[in-house]
C-alpha cells in the first residue's frame, strides 16, 4: 500500500528562521511526488513536482529535494505570508490517471 | 490564471437528502478527479474520470456515490442518501493528462449533514 509520512505536524518559525520539512514515502514504483500548498479553507495550491531521486526544484523561498525514500521542502528565511499547511503526495507509477496519495501535512506559522 | 471552480462554497443537509456537488474543471484538462478531506485528516482519493468513464474508484466511492459529466464543461458528484460520515470537504481536482503532470485542485464544497 502507498503511503505519506510528513514530519513535524506543526511547526512554528520566526521570520527569517530557515528550516525543512519532511515527507517520507512508500510507493510501488513512482511516478511524481508532489508539493502543495493549502490555507485555511481552501483547495491545495500545486507548488512542486519531483520525479527522480536527486532532482531539485525552487521557487521563492521554497526549494523541494527528493531521495529514494524521502523528499525535503526547505524554507529559507520564511515571511508571515508562507504561514500554511504543506502537503506532500505520491503518484505511484501505474497505467492511467493514478490518483494522488497524500500525507497530513505539516502546519507551518511564520511569526513576525 | 485558470482555475477549478466549485458550488456550492457551503452545503448544509438533512441526513438521508441527495446532494449534488459541481465543479467546472480547467478547460483543456482531460482527466478529473475527487477527493475528501475530513476535518483534521488527510486528503482522500474519492474517483477519477476519463472519457466519459470512471478510471479508478476508492473504497470510499461506494454505490451512494456517482459522478457525472453532463456537458462540456461541468462535472458532478452526487451522494444518494446522505449519512453523517459524509461530512467533509470535498475536492475537485483536473489535470491536462496522464504521466506526471499535476492535478489543480479547486477551494472545495464543505458539506455538513445534519
Known amino acids: 500500500e502507498d503511503q505519506v509520512t510528513q514530519s513535524p505536524e506543526a511547526l512554528r518559525l520566526q521570520e527569517g528562521e530557515s528550516s525543512s520539512l519532511n515527507c517520507s514515502y512508500t510507493?510501488?514504483?513512482?511516478?511524481?511526488l508532489f508539493w502543495y500548498r493549502q490555507d485555511p479553507g481552501k483547495g491545495p495550491e500545486f507548488l512542486f513536482t519531483?520525479?527522480?531521486a536527486g532532482e531539485e526544484k525552487e521557487k521563492e523561498r521554497l526549494k523541494a529535494t527528493l531521495t529514494k525514500k524521502e523528499s525535503f521542502l526547505h524554507i529559507t528565511a520564511p515571511k508571515p505570508e508562507d504561514s500554511a499547511t504543506y502537503l506532500c503526495?505520491?503518484?505511484?507509477?501505474?497505467?492511467?490517471?493514478?490518483?494522488?496519495?497524500f500525507g497530513k501535512g505539516t502546519r507551518l506559522s511564520v511569526i513576525a | 490564471e485558470p482555475e477549478v471552480t466549485q458550488t456550492p462554497s457551503h452545503q448544509v443537509t438533512q441526513m438521508g437528502q441527495e446532494v449534488i456537488l459541481r465543479c467546472v474543471p480547467i478547460?483543456?484538462?482531460?482527466?478529473f478527479y475527487w477527493y475528501r478531506q475530513i476535518l483534521g485528516q488527510k486528503v482522500e482519493f474519492l474517483v477519477s474520470?476519463?472519457?466519459?468513464?470512471?478510471?479508478?474508484k476508492s473504497e470510499i466511492f461506494d454505490d451512494q456515490f456517482s459522478v457525472e459529466r453532463p456537458d462540456g464543461s461541468n462535472f458532478t458528484l452526487k451522494i444518494r442518501s446522505t449519512k453523517l460520515e459524509d461530512s467533509a470537504m470535498y475536492f475537485c481536482?483536473?489535470?491536462?493528462?496522464?504521466?506526471?503532470?499535476?492535478?489543480?485542485f479547486g477551494d472545495g464544497t464543505r458539506l455538513s449533514i445534519l
Open positions: 519531483l520525479y527522480s
Open positions: 478547460s483543456n484538462h482531460l482527466y
Open positions: 503526495a505520491v503518484q505511484a507509477a501505474k497505467s492511467g490517471n493514478t490518483p494522488l496519495v
Open positions: 474520470f476519463y472519457n466519459n468513464e470512471i478510471s479508478e
Open positions: 481536482a483536473s489535470s491536462p493528462g496522464t504521466g506526471n503532470q499535476p492535478q489543480h
Open positions: 510507493v510501488s514504483g513512482l511516478r511524481g
